[in-house]
Each structure stands twice: as C-alpha cells, then as structure tokens.
C-alpha cells in the first residue's frame, strides 16, 4: 500500500507561481512513477507531469511544457510540481498519482489540492 499527501495548492494571481509536494509513504519501494494530474471543473482529470522513480525520466503535457517542472526528493520521499506563469486555465484540484507494477500494475491517489488561478 502507497498513501500519498499533497500540500501547496491555494489562490494566486495569473502569471504567479505555486509549489506543489507530493509526500509518499507506506511501500515506498514499489513505486515505479508518479504523476500529477489536473482536473478542472467540470472537465475529466489529465496528467500533466510523471516522473520515474528510477533514473528520473519526466513528460509533460503540451499545455505545461516550459512552464511546470516536476521533480523528486528521494530523501523526502517527496515529488514536487512547480508551477510557474500560471494561467487561468490551470485552476483545478490537483492530484497526485503513485504507479506500482509489482506484484501488479496498481494506482494510488492522493486527496488532491485545491489551485485557483484569478485573472
């Protein structure tokens, strides 16, 4: 079992940044990548950024790319997703996603964090 925290989220204006952290525990060991996804209102939930456990291997959606970067802190057990030049369309709940292939491919969500982005 994976158990996933978020922190970060909150209220700023277009063009602002914000910091998102993923805090992992439990079978640690197991994960294989992990992911933050966004869902609007609305609207079904989409990756936006993954990023491998071995080897630190990242993709982006294309309406992220140069703006958010996702990385890790192995010591913390921690992924983080910065976020920069925000835009109004980036407001959702974000989650984050932990990926495990054995014994078998299985998906662990945390409860998410709430980004309002105002213009």
């Known amino acids: 079992q994976v158990q996933l925290v978020e922190s970060g989220g909150g209220l700023v204006q277009a063009g602002g940044s914000l910091r998102l952290s993923c805090a992992a525990s439990g079978s640690i060991s197991s994960i294989n990548a992990m992911g933050w996804y966004h869902q609007a209102p609305g609207k079904q939930r989409e990756l936006v950024a993954g990023i491998t456990t071995s080897g630190g291997m990242t993709n982006y959606a294309d309406s992220v790319k140069g703006r958010f970067t996702v990385f890790r802190d192995n010591a913390k057990n921690t992924v983080y997703l910065q976020m920069n030049s925000l835009k109004p369309e980036d407001t959702g709940v974000y989650y984050c996603?932990?990926?495990?292939?054995?014994?078998?491919?299985?998906?662990?969500w945390g409860q998410g964090t709430q980004v309002t982005v105002s213009s």
């Open positions: 996603n932990a990926a495990v292939l054995v014994p078998e491919l299985s998906f662990y």
